[in-house]
């Protein structure tokens, strides 16, 4: 399987958490405020155990296997399948397919989106971000960026 990387004509593409985001559709669009960000993200990836506390998050998967721990139960996802982490709930993933995945991830109201712009690095290059381990100023920052967004950091990324 090879990973389909996206060119700026497809979005609004933004360097997130070791991942290329592109905004497919910004919540600002609509009166419903429906976000729609696809990921492509290498082996390995997994933001930390977090909670949205006002928008469940909905993701669909293009291509890859990704392990999901939500609300303590773990599951699969692969290409074609999609799994939900509601509001309230504390949730994680990880890609567990070598050659990395790509996904969808589908939320409103805005918080999620939000926090890709605030944190994401604008890039014109449809490539994975140089991939550094995070220090312990970007997980601070991270950290206060989440909770102005609605969402609490309340563990580590899946291993």
Not at 10 to 37: C, H, M, N, P, R
Not at 69 to 85: D, F, H, S
Not at 124 to 130: C, H, I, L, R, T
């Amino acid at each position: 399987m090879t990973m389909h990387a996206k060119t700026d004509s497809d979005g609004e593409l933004l360097w997130f958490a070791g991942s290329l985001a592109t905004i497919k559709v910004s919540g600002q669009a609509g009166a419903d405020t429906i976000s729609v960000i696809e990921h492509l993200m290498p082996y390995g990836s997994s933001p930390p155990l977090h909670v949205h506390v006002n928008e469940d998050e909905v993701f669909h998967i293009l291509e890859g296997v990704m392990r999901f721990n939500v609300g303590g139960k773990e599951l699969y996802g692969r290409a074609g399948q999609t799994m939900m982490a509601p509001k309230g709930v504390p949730h994680s993933y990880r890609v567990e397919s070598a050659e990395g995945a790509r996904c969808l991830t589908v939320t409103t109201r805005g918080d999620f989106e939000r926090l890709v712009r605030e944190i994401g690095v604008p890039t014109d290059k449809a490539e994975f971000p140089p991939q550094i381990a995070p220090t312990p100023e970007a997980i601070k920052a991270l950290t206060e960026a989440c909770a102005r967004n609605g969402i609490d950091i309340i563990g580590a990324p899946l291993s």
